[in-house]
């Protein structure tokens, strides 16, 4: 009997170590990929600050970012795993949408077609989110090491009010600046006949991406709304399952 109950509490406390461990590691890891993130969106920003000053134009800016930009944008798909695995507590869903139409921004729009990388509206959208990804990621840091001071929380859970309006702004006005040239050249597409007997037209994909703005958006912005509600005036918010 007493030798159940021994094992009973070796068994409870490996495990309980297992779990401080686990978190440990969650935590060194999440330490480093936020630095890591912080450090890269700097690097753009200082990027971003000195070619301006240097040519007086926004002309060429996004060619000379370009390979930082892939780097640190794809590599945040590495935030689906987090929320997958369960080490950052956030739905999968939410910031799976978040993540992937960044990466498709970026891949399959600016990076994809020469002629709109000079736009405004690229300009826009990646001011917005490098000012917006610095203060996220530096948040998480500072908040990870116990030591997050105000303003950085005032900001992450303020700025967004506008940023991400502005954001939406930038990214959907080049999409729509990309859309004569899509058509044009037929790009990405797959028309019939052809031996797969499938069918696909970017152009028309596009406006689908566009309009899913619509009800995508809303989430992403009230599930912000909420979670400034939450960190900001210390409501409790019961989430539904996502
Ligand atoms: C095939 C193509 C498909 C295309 C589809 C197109 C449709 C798309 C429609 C929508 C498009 C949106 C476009 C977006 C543009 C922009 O980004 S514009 C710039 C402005 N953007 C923002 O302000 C971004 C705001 N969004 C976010 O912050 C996130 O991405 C989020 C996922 C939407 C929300 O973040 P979330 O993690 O839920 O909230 P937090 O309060 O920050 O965190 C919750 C808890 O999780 C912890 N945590 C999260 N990440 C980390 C981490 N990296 N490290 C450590 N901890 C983390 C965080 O601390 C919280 O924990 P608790 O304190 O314990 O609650």
Same mark, same amino acid.
């Given at each position: 009997?007493? /030798?159940?109950?021994?094992?009973?509490?070796?068994?409870?406390?490996? *495990?309980?170590?297992?779990?401080?461990?686990?978190?440990?590691?969650?935590?060194?890891?999440?330490?480093?990929?936020?630095?890591?993130?912080?450090?890269?969106?700097?690097?753009?920003?200082?990027?971003?600050?000195?070619?301006?000053?240097?040519?007086?134009?926004?002309?060429?800016?996004?060619?000379? @970012? #370009?390979?930082?930009?892939?780097?640190?944008?794809?590599?945040?798909?590495?935030?689906?795993?987090?929320? #997958?695995?369960?080490?950052?507590?956030? /739905?999968? @869903?939410?910031?799976?949408?978040?993540?992937?139409?960044?990466?498709?921004?970026?891949?399959?729009?600016?990076? /994809? @077609?020469?002629? @709109?990388?000079?736009?405004?509206?690229?300009?826009?959208?990646?001011?917005?989110?490098?000012?917006?990804?610095?203060?996220?990621?530096?948040?998480?840091?500072?908040?990870? +090491?116990?030591?997050?001071?105000?303003?950085?929380?005032?900001?992450?859970? *303020?700025?967004?009010?506008?940023?991400?309006?502005?954001?939406?702004?930038?990214?959907?006005?080049?999409?729509?600046?990309? +859309?004569?040239?899509?058509?044009?050249?037929?790009?990405?597409?797959?028309?019939?006949?052809?031996?797969?007997?499938?069918?696909?037209?970017?152009?028309?994909?596009?406006?689908?991406?566009?309009?899913?703005?619509?009800?995508?958006?809303?989430? +992403?912005?009230?599930?912000?709304?909420?979670?400034?509600?939450?960190?900001?005036?210390?409501?409790?918010?019961?989430?539904?399952?996502?």
């Amino acid at each position: 009997m007493a /030798s159940t109950e021994e094992d009973g509490s070796v068994e409870e406390k490996e *495990n309980n170590n297992k779990k401080r461990t686990k978190s440990a590691i969650a935590v060194a890891w999440l330490t480093f990929y936020n630095i890591a993130m912080t450090a890269g969106w700097l690097v753009l920003a200082m990027a971003m600050i000195r070619f301006y000053i240097q040519r007086g134009t926004h002309k060429g800016l996004y060619k000379s @970012i #370009a390979r930082t930009l892939k780097f640190f944008q794809t590599i945040a798909l590495l935030e689906v795993v987090h929320c #997958a695995i369960g080490i950052v507590r956030t /739905s999968v @869903i939410v910031t799976g949408v978040q993540v992937c139409s960044r990466i498709f921004m970026v891949w399959f729009i600016t990076n /994809s @077609i020469k002629q @709109i990388q000079n736009e405004e509206s690229v300009i826009l959208f990646l001011v917005v989110w490098t000012v917006t990804e610095i203060t996220r990621y530096s948040f998480y840091t500072f908040n990870l +090491l116990n030591h997050l001071p105000y303003f950085i929380k005032w900001a992450r859970y *303020n700025m967004f009010i506008i940023m991400y309006p502005l954001g939406v702004v930038g990214e959907l006005m080049t999409i729509y600046a990309a +859309l004569p040239y899509v058509r044009k050249t037929g790009m990405l597409s797959m028309r019939l006949p052809n031996k797969y007997n499938v069918s696909f037209d970017y152009y028309y994909f596009l406006i689908i991406v566009m309009l899913s703005y619509i009800p995508l958006f809303p989430q +992403l912005y009230f599930h912000m709304l909420r979670q400034r509600r939450k960190v900001l005036l210390g409501e409790i918010i019961v989430e539904k399952d996502e």
